[in-house]
């Protein structure tokens, strides 16, 4: 994978700023240096949120922070080349995977556009108790304050185009941590941002070791919300050390997706590969437990392996390459270690299991048992177990037996059975004929139980982002 370095600065009161120390960028794929960044500690920390309070004293009118909004927008479809290509090389993401990303944060920043536009209060029906007879009342919506934004390394870009778009359309200011990991899409953007006309302050951006940014963040009162997308461990303890701030979380899934007898089994099979592989399996809601009616068992088997033997593993950067790599060596041992205990417990290796150069081969494992931990841990690598089951609430209890809930599926043709799943299925989202790996920008997306407390989408997230206000008028 042939890289040239770049070097990018943190963004702090609209200057781009050095440290004097570093944060090396390494390809996942080849260890080839991809670029560096400043390491921040807590005082570029503290500098960025003084720097974002004080944005916050001279508010932006709607039409202007939408007019900014679209001009990221523009900036991005215009440059998507070079965002792509910055997706692909510090996060091994493959070009098709980075492009897709590339062009889902045009429709982020523009649905956030949109959103500023129409963001407004309500009207409250005074006279509909003899209390408020003679008033007149209406809420506005005001900005909560200071977010802190921290994002993780999968989505380097439009993960963090869902924090910052809808805080700058709600008329909050953002300090942002990245991924150490992919830093480089976040200042980039953040790039944009500026030569969109963003006035200094709105956007801050530090990089480094994470506790001690995040200490700060945590510990400053003037930060009025923490929006975290991560894993759950580290997001749910954020939100038990802040119990004064709103803290949204965005977490982990161990998707599971229904495929009834009745289904278009082709169709079925065709998305599914496509998405329990696609970026090595490193989404939330990439496919990882799929439960397949006994009856076509063998049939959907019959179109699904040969579509997962004909994925491409390999260079990331190769526009055809389906799977890469995962975004550290301990990443792929810990992946490998786990389909080794699924096969110590008995379940058939039916693709894949091992690697292909240092590359994992996309892996399919027949009816691991439930304890397993390919089936009761989120695996974020490039393997799916496939199960059979009986009855389809049997298949709705198994694909509710986790405690994450933040997407499911079912490729199902009666109507019916179809909306019943969907209620009965424990998640924020269910996708019906189609992989459960599909979001749309504009969607209300997000968990239930361990998987996250709130909904993304830039119109969802305004919400959170701003405080409801009753003004009272007596008339
Ligand atoms: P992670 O290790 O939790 O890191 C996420 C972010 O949190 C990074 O910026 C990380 O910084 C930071 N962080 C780590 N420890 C912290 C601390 N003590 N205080 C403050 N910040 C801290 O997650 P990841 O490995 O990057 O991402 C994978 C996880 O994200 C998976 O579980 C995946 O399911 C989840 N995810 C969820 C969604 C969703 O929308 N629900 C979307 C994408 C990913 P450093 O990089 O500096 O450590």
């Known amino acids: 994978m042939a890289t040239t370095a770049t070097e990018r600065h943190l963004l702090i009161g609209g200057e781009w700023v050095e440290t004097g120390s570093w944060i090396e960028v390494r390809s996942p794929y080849d260890g080839a240096l991809v670029g560096r960044v400043p390491s921040a500690g807590a005082a570029e920390t503290r500098r960025a949120t003084d720097a974002a309070e004080r944005a916050m004293h001279?508010?932006?009118?709607?039409?202007?922070?939408?007019?900014?909004?679209?001009?990221?927008?523009?900036?991005?479809?215009?440059?998507?080349?070079?965002v792509a290509q910055m997706i692909c090389e510090e996060a091994g993401k493959p070009m098709k995977a980075a492009r897709v990303e590339a062009q889902r944060a045009v429709s982020t920043?523009?649905?956030?556009?949109?959103?500023?536009?129409?963001?407004?209060?309500?009207?409250v029906p005074m006279d509909a108790s003899p209390a408020g007879v003679g008033k007149l009342a209406l809420t506005l919506r005001v900005p909560i304050g200071v977010v802190a934004a921290i994002s993780p390394f999968n989505f380097p870009l439009n993960l963090v185009a869902h924090k910052i778009?809808?805080?700058?359309?709600?008329?909050?200011?953002?300090?942002?941590?990245?991924?150490?990991?992919?830093?480089?899409?976040?200042?980039?953007?953040?790039?944009?941002?500026?030569?969109?006309?963003?006035?200094?302050?709105w956007l801050n951006v530090v990089c480094g070791p994470a506790s001690e940014i995040g200490?700060?963040?945590?510990e400053d009162e003037r930060v009025r919300m923490i929006s975290f997308t991560g894993s759950a461990p580290v997001g749910w303890s954020l939100r038990e050390r802040a119990p004064r701030k709103k803290v949204s979380l965005e977490l982990g899934n161990a998707t599971p997706?229904?495929?009834?007898?009745?289904?278009?089994?082709?169709?079925?099979a065709s998305r599914l590969a496509a998405n329990a592989f696609s970026f090595a399996g490193q989404s939330c809601i990439s496919v990882q437990r799929i439960y397949v009616e006994r009856d076509v068992f063998d049939h959907f088997l019959g179109h699904f392996l040969p579509l997962v033997e004909d994925l491409k593993v390999g260079d990331p950067a190769e526009e055809d390459t389906d799977v890469g790599p995962l975004i550290a060596p301990s990443e792929?041992?810990?992946?490998?270690?786990?389909?080794?205990?699924?096969?110590?417990?008995?379940?058939?290796?039916?693709?894949?299991?091992?690697?292909?150069?240092?590359?994992?081969?996309?892996?399919?494992?027949?009816?691991?048992?439930?304890?397993?931990?390919v089936v009761s841990e989120e695996v974020f690598g490039p393997v799916c177990t496939i199960t059979p089951y009986d009855t389809l609430d049997e298949a709705i209890a198994l694909a509710n037996g986790t405690r994450y809930g933040l997407q499911a599926g079912i490729f199902i043709a009666d109507v019916k059975d179809a909306l019943n799943a969907a209620r009965a299925l424990d998640f924020g989202g269910v996708t019906v004929n189609e992989a459960p790996t599909f979001r749309a920008d504009q969607m209300p997306y997000g968990g239930v139980k361990e998987s996250g407390n709130t909904r993304e989408g830039p119109a969802y997230a305004i919400r959170e982002m701003t405080d409801e206000r009753v003004v009272v008028l007596q008339l």
């Open 58 to 82: 001279d508010p932006l009118p709607a039409h202007e922070r939408a007019a900014v909004l679209d001009r990221v927008a523009a900036a991005l479809a215009e440059r998507h080349d070079e």
């Open 109 to 123: 920043f523009t649905m956030a556009a949109v959103e500023a536009r129409k963001l407004a209060g309500d009207l």
């Open 165 to 201: 778009a809808p805080a700058l359309a709600a008329g909050c200011a953002v300090v942002l941590k990245p991924a150490s990991q992919t830093p480089l899409s976040a200042l980039l953007l953040a790039e944009l941002e500026t030569e969109a006309g963003l006035p200094a302050g």
């Open 215 to 218: 200490d700060v963040l945590v």
């Open 257 to 268: 997706v229904i495929v009834a007898a009745d289904a278009d089994l082709g169709d079925a």
């Open 332 to 373: 792929r041992e810990r992946v490998l270690s786990w389909i080794d205990e699924a096969r110590g417990l008995g379940a058939e290796i039916l693709a894949g299991g091992g690697l292909e150069g240092d590359l994992l081969r996309p892996t399919v494992i027949a009816d691991p048992p439930p304890d397993a931990k």
